[in-house]
């Protein structure tokens, strides 16, 4: 049966069926075809599937960007990055990178992060010279440090998917995070030097003081989301309603930008967006269940433990592996599917379950910028009005910087485990 699912499930992915009715499919006509279960046990599974409190972050982080994008947040946290390294030549490309890795710490979303930042970053890049596809690379790259540094919306889901502490994941992301912004700043300051590209990047740049007190209000956010989590004050569900109360007051009574009749179009457009990755999850779910109740994790996590001479072989199959699933399988997907079975795996060889999460995580973060079905890239391209073939020309490097950095991650794992076992081991 387990077989069937997964040809099935492969063949409408062929098709361009959309993933979670693909992997809803699959899992239906396993259970008709193959079991004596009757089929409202599949609505049963789809239940329970989302009947897990820590989801319901998700919708809620997804809702704080979206106000923090029409709020004012951004723009503000745009300048801030800017007061710090646009001075340079090639300050405005480590603009980019520096506000997504703030917004990151708030929104825990990539695509969240594309929209809202790549809609004042992408034209600036462009107004400065800045090949458009350079552009519009760059920020689908840089946006995809929204699902490693805290909160992330994948880290809930291999969290809950494996019973893995999800504070312990989100303390992993940070190092991880920190390590990749740095590598992307250094390759686009190189890159601007040989391309001679921005040397006009200082102009209109506001004083650090000035850009402070202009960004304090957005800075505090994450202070007070991340800091209630490790504080002990809140869940990260919790957490996810105070962000969005946070930036509504912020928002509509402070920056005074966000205004009532802003509210039902965010809250459409947060609600589609939670039921795109919600419908997913459920779907998954289902999938899950069924290779569960065959036997699939234990068995394929034995085979995997015979066939790879050791952890640091078991660690490479896994990325290599990771990155072509990234390529078509989206990423909440990917984690709920096939989570269980190689964290089953990585146990065996005993791998850290955080640290095998946090390269989970980073490598599926990959998918997100690599065609042909990178969702970042189409967010990117949607709004630098490019297509991604014009983008493939700056995206090798980009992908070859954080593959390395990967690498690094995947080899040194104090990267990833210093702050938990430093804070709350």
């Known amino acids: 049966m387990s077989g069937m699912m997964l040809t099935m499930m492969l063949v409408l992915f062929a098709a361009a069926v959309p993933v979670a009715v693909a992997i809803g499919i699959s899992a239906i006509i396993g259970l008709a075809g193959y079991t004596n279960f009757p089929l409202i046990v599949a609505a049963q599974q789809l239940f329970v599937s989302l009947d897990k409190f820590p989801l319901a972050a998700i919708p809620f982080f997804i809702l704080a960007g979206n106000l923090m994008d029409v709020g004012g947040i951004s723009r503000r946290l745009v300048e801030f990055a800017k007061s710090i390294v646009g001075g340079v030549q ?22 969240a992060t594309t929209f809202a930042i790549g809609a004042i970053m992408i034209p600036a890049l462009i107004k ?133 009749r802003d509210l039902w179009p965010i809250f459409k457009k947060s609600v589609i967006s939670s039921a795109v990755i919600m419908f997913i999850i459920a779907c998954a779910g289902l999938f899950s269940w069924l290779l ?27 990325n290599l592996f990771l990155f072509v699933v990234g390529m078509f399988v989206e990423t909440s997907a990917s984690i709920i599917v096939l989570a269980p079975i190689l964290a089953e795996a990585a146990e065996r060889f005993g791998i ?11 490598n599926l973060a990959l998918g997100m910028i690599t065609p042909p079905f990178g969702v970042n890239l189409f967010a990117a391209a949607q709004v630098a009005n490019t297509s991604i073939d014009k983008m493939m020309r700056y995206l090798p490097i980009f992908i070859a910087v954080i593959f390395a950095c990967l690498m690094v991650i995947t080899y040194v794992p104090m990267i990833s485990l210093a702050l938990p076992t430093l804070f709350l081991r």
């Not at 590209?197 to 960004?215: E, I, M, N, S």
């Not at 919790?238 to 966000?258: C, D, K, N, Q, T």
């Not at 994790?297 to 896994?318: C, E, M, N, R």
């Not at 850290?352 to 980073?362: A, E, L, N, S, Y």
């Open 90 to 111: 090639g300050g405005l490309p480590c603009t980019c990178i520096v506000t997504c890795m703030i917004f990151a710490a708030i929104s825990g979303s990539s695509v």
């Open 128 to 260: 400065h010279g800045y090949p458009v596809p350079f552009a519009a690379a760059l920020q689908a790259t840089a946006a995809e440090l929204g699902v490693i540094i805290p909160p992330s919306i994948p880290m809930i889901l291999y969290g809950v998917t494996t019973q893995t502490s999800i504070p312990e994941m989100f303390m992993a992301g940070f190092l991880p995070g920190f390590l990749i912004g740095a590598a992307l700043i250094v390759t686009v300051l190189i890159w601007c030097r040989i391309k001679g590209w921005g040397k006009h990047d200082g102009d209109g740049r506001l004083p650090f003081g000035a850009a402070l007190r202009q960004a304090g209000w957005a800075l505090l956010m994450p202070i007070v989301v991340l800091g209630g989590i490790y504080g002990g004050v809140t869940t990260p569900t919790e957490a996810s309603v105070v962000a969005v109360v946070y930036a509504l007051i912020v928002g509509m009574m402070i920056h005074r930008e966000l205004k009532p």
């Open 292 to 318: 569960n109740r065959q036997g699939v994790p234990d068995a394929a996590a034995a085979w995997l433990v015979a066939t790879f001479d050791g952890p640091g072989w078991y660690l490479l199959g896994v």
């Open 352 to 362: 850290d379950g955080v640290h095998f999460g946090t390269i989970m995580v980073v």
